[in-house]
């Protein structure tokens, strides 16, 4: 449940949930479970939740312990027209029924900046492309799609179905990594749904420069129309730690459009960069990009060197 708070505070979304005991157990009875909830209760709801129309079906689920009643009714959606997420949990959490369901790859061509190469799970991938492709597949299955998260190195975190965080408990996790986590999953399933964004911004992902020379980036902005809108960055350590921010107006064409960010002095150090553009006060697109400043010289020789404060009479 906690992603799913999560997810709903970081995006407009209309949803509807059921859940599990865990990511392997419908109902797993123990001491604590209330008189009356019963795996006919389980089934009963499940039906009537999956009966509703939705644009994008997500789930964290091992897809082999789903019932096999919804496991048909999730492909008879998507089939008709639906979207469905699916992380998968393990290479062979597959049965008959989803492999041929998943016999017509969709090229997925997106193109976002995301800091890949400063998250755990992710920093292995060569390129974007080469992360964007081994992470998410996709599958035109009847009017549908079907995009599957493929299984996570270390698998999801304790507490989690969608994201790889560890946790050091139930109430405990590294926020920082969490987030960008987070924004992965909800440009999978903007994806997944087919919803296109009104600004997109394209520009590196990863940056290394030595301490001194600074920072000149040019991002690309592609709008759907004529705009004002609101430029913001937050520069910050891996910690959290600000170390600048700064925001400015600026009109977008329809189109492409190209905007500078300069940054000087910054210590040598890791850093991730926040961008995002806002519009009336609403967040029209989120990006982050890494940045590495490495020092220009190095420590040739260190000499320390006693002082004596000792009083002579």
């Given at each position: 449940?906690?992603?799913?708070?999560?997810?709903s505070?970081?995006?407009?979304?209309?949803?509807d949930?059921?859940?599990?005991?865990?990511a392997?157990?419908?109902?797993?009875?123990?001491?604590?479970?209330?008189?009356?909830?019963?795996?006919?209760?389980?089934?009963?709801?499940?039906?009537?939740?999956?009966?509703?129309?939705?644009?994008?079906?997500v789930?964290?689920?091992?897809?082999?312990?789903?019932?096999?009643?919804?496991?048909?009714?999730?492909?008879?959606?998507?089939?008709?027209?639906?979207?469905?997420?699916?992380?998968?949990?393990?290479?062979?959490?597959?049965?008959?029924?989803?492999?041929?369901?998943?016999?017509?790859?969709?090229?997925?061509?997106?193109?976002?900046?995301?800091?890949?190469k400063?998250?755990?799970e992710?920093?292995?991938?060569?390129?974007?492309?080469?992360?964007?492709?081994?992470?998410?597949?996709?599958?035109?299955?009847?009017?549908?799609?079907?995009?599957?998260?493929?299984?996570?190195?270390?698998?999801?975190?304790?507490m989690?179905?969608l994201?790889?965080?560890?946790?050091k408990?139930?109430l405990?996790?590294?926020?920082?990594?969490?987030?960008?986590?987070?924004?992965?999953?909800?440009?999978?399933?903007?994806?997944?749904?087919?919803?296109?964004?009104?600004?997109?911004?394209?520009?590196?992902?990863?940056?290394?420069e030595?301490?001194?020379?600074?920072?000149?980036?040019?991002?690309?902005?592609?709008?759907?129309?004529?705009?004002?809108?609101?430029?913001?960055?937050?520069?910050r350590?891996?910690?959290?730690?600000?170390?600048?921010?700064g925001?400015?107006?600026?009109?977008?064409?329809?189109?492409?459009?190209n905007?500078?960010?300069?940054?000087?002095?910054?210590?040598?150090?890791?850093?991730?960069?926040?961008?995002?553009?806002?519009?009336?006060?609403?967040?029209s697109?989120?990006?982050v990009?890494?940045?590495?400043?490495?020092?220009?010289?190095?420590l040739?020789?260190?000499?320390?060197?006693?002082?004596?404060?000792?009083?002579?009479?």
């Amino acid at each position: 449940m906690r992603e799913i708070v999560e997810l709903s505070q970081r995006m407009d979304i209309k949803y509807d949930v059921f859940a599990f005991d865990t990511a392997n157990e419908y109902l797993s009875p123990h001491y604590a479970t209330p008189e009356g909830i019963t795996t006919e209760l389980y089934y009963r709801i499940f039906k009537e939740k999956i009966s509703g129309d939705y644009d994008l079906i997500v789930s964290g689920i091992s897809w082999k312990m789903l019932p096999l009643w919804a496991r048909y009714e999730i492909l008879k959606k998507v089939k008709n027209g639906a979207n469905f997420l699916l992380y998968l949990r393990a290479p062979q959490d597959k049965d008959e029924y989803l492999e041929r369901a998943t016999t017509n790859p969709v090229k997925i061509t997106e193109q976002f900046a995301f800091p890949y190469k400063g998250l755990p799970e992710l920093e292995k991938y060569l390129s974007f492309n080469d992360f964007l492709a081994k992470r998410i597949s996709g599958y035109s299955f009847g009017k549908g799609r079907i995009f599957i998260i493929n299984t996570y190195t270390r698998g999801p975190g304790t507490m989690q179905l969608l994201t790889p965080v560890r946790t050091k408990s139930p109430l405990e996790a590294d926020y920082i990594e969490y987030d960008y986590y987070l924004a992965f999953i909800i440009r999978t399933m903007l994806i997944a749904a087919g919803r296109d964004l009104e600004c997109r911004i394209i520009g590196p992902d990863y940056v290394k420069e030595d301490y001194g020379k600074g920072i000149n980036m040019v991002l690309s902005v592609e709008s759907k129309n004529d705009r004002i809108i609101d430029f913001n960055f937050v520069v910050r350590k891996k910690s959290g730690q600000e170390i600048l921010a700064g925001e400015k107006r600026v009109k977008l064409n329809t189109g492409k459009n190209n905007l500078g960010l300069n940054l000087d002095d910054i210590p040598a150090g890791f850093y991730y960069v926040d961008l995002w553009l806002k519009e009336t006060g609403k967040l029209s697109i989120l990006v982050v990009v890494i940045w590495k400043f490495y020092p220009n010289r190095e420590l040739k020789r260190l000499i320390l060197q006693r002082v004596s404060k000792r009083k002579t009479l």
